[in-house]
């Protein structure tokens, strides 16, 4: 067992800031001079609406978000996303558009066609195994919304612009690279995203919503599956996530205060994963899955030239502080998730490792 902090590229849970880490060991036991622990203050109390109103506001200070966008904490993932999403924008004449990039796409889709919802499938890219980004997309001129996933961590692609739609909203799933750019918030109706992969720990749900979407929604609804319950309420009708809507707060902040906001994020974001990228194209031992123009800056996903040479990677890895480098168990390979808490220290030891492995094994 190791006694110190491994480089960690788990695609989630994973990685946190280690300042963050730090604030959170430095005042769990006593949060801001509360005499609790942040996981016992009460919900209805002044420590947590501080906590809560401050993710909020830095949420939209980082993202320029106006009055018209509500900013919601939910649980049960992305994944109850999907169903909501139809659900409540989605009625007997409507229909929407729907963008297949592969499984959390593919799962969206399902959970539309549950309900039986109008939706058309408008672009895939599962001709090629989900390894590129659709572009030159037609959509429905009377959607309801257009659905994107806009970052796939299995197959390790992402859309680095989105799609013209034509002032139809986007609602797009956002979990594995919110807050890691800039985004113009005009395109979109709604983004949301499970907190675990690129914002703070399992168990959290972000949910921006503009308000044209709100009035549009079903209110004929159960008042947990509704969006107008949460917005109505500070997303506290019931007891929400306390733990990790701090931790979210805190990632905020460093990103906000630390970093110095989205567009220097993204800067760090491109150098990180161009480092990785650049090493494996110099290379005929190691291979990317994407396509090069779909290629993510959150996942990078590669293999080895068979199998047991992957399994021996993935071994030696965590032997030499590298862990996670598993691929997701459904297109095994290798992936290393490198989120806004990814050192460039943490890369250049994973460049480093690689190297001396290829020398080794080729």
């Given at each position: 067992?190791?006694?110190?902090?491994?480089?960690?590229?788990?695609?989630?849970?994973?990685?946190?800031?280690?300042?963050?880490?730090?604030?959170?060991?430095?005042?769990?036991?006593?949060?801001?001079?509360?005499?609790?622990?942040?996981?016992?203050?009460?919900?209805?109390?002044?420590?947590?609406?501080?906590?809560?109103?401050?993710?909020?506001?830095?949420?939209?200070?980082?993202?320029?978000?106006?009055?018209?966008?509500?900013?919601?904490?939910?649980?049960?993932?992305?994944?109850?996303?999907?169903?909501?999403?139809?659900?409540?924008?989605?009625?007997?004449?409507?229909?929407?558009?729907?963008?297949?990039?592969?499984?959390?796409?593919?799962?969206?889709?399902?959970?539309?066609?549950?309900?039986?919802?109008?939706?058309?499938?408008?672009?895939?890219?599962?001709?090629?195994?989900?390894?590129?980004?659709?572009?030159?997309?037609?959509?429905?001129?009377?959607?309801?919304?257009?659905?994107?996933?806009?970052?796939?961590?299995?197959?390790?692609?992402?859309?680095?612009?989105?799609?013209?739609?034509?002032?139809?909203?986007?609602?797009?799933?956002?979990?594995?690279?919110?807050?890691?750019?800039?985004?113009?918030?005009?395109?979109?109706?709604?983004?949301?995203?499970?907190?675990?992969?690129?914002?703070?720990?399992?168990?959290?749900?972000?949910?921006?919503?503009?308000?044209?979407?709100?009035?549009?929604?079903?209110?004929?609804?159960?008042?947990?599956?509704?969006?107008?319950?949460?917005?109505?309420?500070?997303?506290?009708?019931?007891?929400?996530?306390?733990?990790?809507?701090?931790?979210?707060?805190?990632?905020?902040?460093?990103?906000?205060?630390?970093i110095g906001g989205l567009e220097k994020m993204e800067a760090y974001n491109i150098e990180k994963a161009g480092l990785l990228y650049d090493f494996i194209e110099s290379s005929d031992f190691?291979n990317t899955t994407a396509r090069e123009d779909s290629r993510s800056l959150m996942n990078v996903t590669f293999r080895l030239p068979n199998e047991d040479l992957e399994k021996l990677f993935?071994?030696?890895?965590?032997?030499?502080?590298?862990?996670?480098?598993?691929?997701?168990?459904?297109?095994?390979?290798?992936?290393?998730?490198?989120?806004?808490?990814?050192?460039?220290?943490?890369?250049?030891?994973?460049?480093?490792?690689?190297?001396?492995?290829?020398?080794?094994?080729?």
């Amino acid at each position: 067992m190791t006694d110190q902090r491994i480089h960690n590229f788990n695609a989630g849970p994973a990685a946190l800031p280690l300042k963050v880490l730090e604030n959170i060991q430095a005042s769990f036991l006593n949060f801001n001079g509360s005499g609790m622990s942040i996981t016992e203050i009460s919900h209805r109390s002044s420590y947590f609406d501080d906590v809560i109103n401050d993710a909020v506001s830095r949420t939209k200070r980082l993202l320029k978000l106006d009055d018209r966008f509500h900013v919601l904490f939910l649980q049960g993932g992305a994944s109850l996303q999907f169903a909501m999403i139809p659900m409540n924008f989605l009625g007997s004449e409507d229909t929407a558009d729907y963008v297949n990039t592969g499984t959390w796409s593919t799962k969206a889709i399902k959970e539309a066609k549950i309900q039986n919802k109008n939706y058309r499938v408008a672009a895939s890219s599962e001709d090629r195994d989900f390894s590129y980004i659709p572009k030159d997309i037609e959509f429905s001129k009377d959607a309801a919304y257009v659905h994107l996933t806009s970052n796939n961590t299995i197959k390790g692609t992402q859309f680095h612009e989105f799609p013209d739609t034509k002032g139809v909203p986007i609602v797009c799933d956002m979990s594995s690279d919110i807050f890691s750019r800039p985004l113009d918030m005009e395109k979109f109706g709604m983004i949301y995203a499970g907190a675990q992969k690129n914002l703070g720990p399992s168990g959290t749900c972000m949910v921006i919503l503009r308000q044209d979407m709100l009035n549009m929604a079903n209110e004929n609804l159960p008042s947990m599956l509704k969006y107008a319950t949460y917005a109505s309420k500070n997303s506290m009708y019931n007891t929400p996530p306390c733990f990790g809507i701090y931790t979210i707060d805190l990632v905020l902040k460093w990103i906000e205060e630390d970093i110095g906001g989205l567009e220097k994020m993204e800067a760090y974001n491109i150098e990180k994963a161009g480092l990785l990228y650049d090493f494996i194209e110099s290379s005929d031992f190691y291979n990317t899955t994407a396509r090069e123009d779909s290629r993510s800056l959150m996942n990078v996903t590669f293999r080895l030239p068979n199998e047991d040479l992957e399994k021996l990677f993935i071994t030696k890895a965590t032997q030499n502080g590298l862990g996670g480098l598993k691929g997701h168990r459904s297109v095994g390979g290798c992936r290393a998730s490198i989120y806004n808490a990814a050192t460039m220290e943490g890369m250049k030891a994973l460049v480093q490792f690689m190297e001396s492995f290829e020398k080794e094994n080729k």
